[in-house]
T-cell receptor, first 116, second 113 residues
Framework: GAGVSQSPRYKVAKRGQDVALRCDPI?????LFWYQQALGQGPEFLTY????????KSGLPSDRFFAERPEGSVSTLKIQRTQQEDSAVYLC??????????????FGPGTRLLVL | AQSVTQLDSHVSVSEGTPVLLRCNYS??????LFWYVQHPNKGLQLLLK??????LVKGINGFEAEFKKSETSFHLTKPSAHMSDAAEYFC???????????FGSGTRLQVQP
């Protein structure tokens, strides 16, 4: 594809609801990252995939957060029992093979999540 | 500890005047360094990156940054600001041993007519 796409672009959830955020990386990109950007802050790392393998999930804030990339392309970030503090922009990024050459990460437009 | 610090949360310049956005990092090793720009409601866009080649790095839209190891700095500059440069700028570091990027807290650049 032309770039990283994310859906939905905006999501409003009631506290306690589950949400699923989708990321379509650039075709052929091996590495995929999820970041969380709170209002007025820089993005913070959540988790990282190399193909379908989740190699680092140290940034996930709680066990309510779960990410998967079962076929090594599209990824889904799921948040269970959403809380107000989960309100943020969730960014997805991909790169050809970041682990080898620190190549550029290309970011999607993000999903803005608001938990009421 | 490894960290990245953007010294100014907000910078305001007049159109046509120089831009300086400051960034310092803390690391035991020479990291890879990036500057990203984020326009409202748009994705993060790479401006430039340093990966241990030339210390003066040129990026898109007339921006450049200089890596100074002795000062552990990677300040972003542009000779003449344009209205379209108004955005949020992030200094970003890739530390050896981690796989993810570490972002600074951001600097909001305002350009006055």
């Amino acid at each position: 594809g032309a770039g990283v796409s994310q859906s939905p672009r905006y999501k409003v959830a009631k506290r306690g609801q589950d949400v699923a955020l989708r990321c379509d990386p650039i075709s052929g990109h091996v590495s995929l990252f999820w970041y969380q950007q709170a209002l007025g802050q820089g993005p913070e790392f959540l988790t990282y995939f190399q193909n379908e393998a989740q190699l680092d999930k140290s940034g996930l804030p709680s066990d309510r957060f779960f990410a998967e990339r079962p076929e090594g392309s599209v990824s889904t970030l799921k948040i269970q029992r959403t809380q107000q503090e989960d309100s943020a922009v969730y960014l997805c990024a991909s790169s050809f093979n970041f682990g080898r050459n620190q190549e550029t990460q290309y970011f999607g437009p993000g999903t803005r999540l608001l938990v009421l | 500890a490894q960290s990245v610090t953007q010294l100014d949360s907000h910078v305001s310049v007049s159109e046509g005047t120089p831009v300086l956005l400051r960034c310092n990092y803390s690391s035991s090793y020479s990291p890879s360094l990036f500057w990203y720009v984020q326009h409202p409601n748009k994705g993060l866009q790479l401006l430039l990156k340093y990966t241990s080649a030339a210390t003066l790095v040129k990026g898109i839209n007339g921006f450049e940054a200089e890596f100074k190891k002795s000062e552990t700095s990677f300040h972003l500059t542009k000779p003449s600001a344009h209205m379209s440069d108004a955005a949020e700028y992030f200094c970003v570091v890739f530390f050896t041993g981690r796989r993810a990027l570490t972002f600074g807290s951001g600097t909001r650049l305002q350009v006055q007519p």
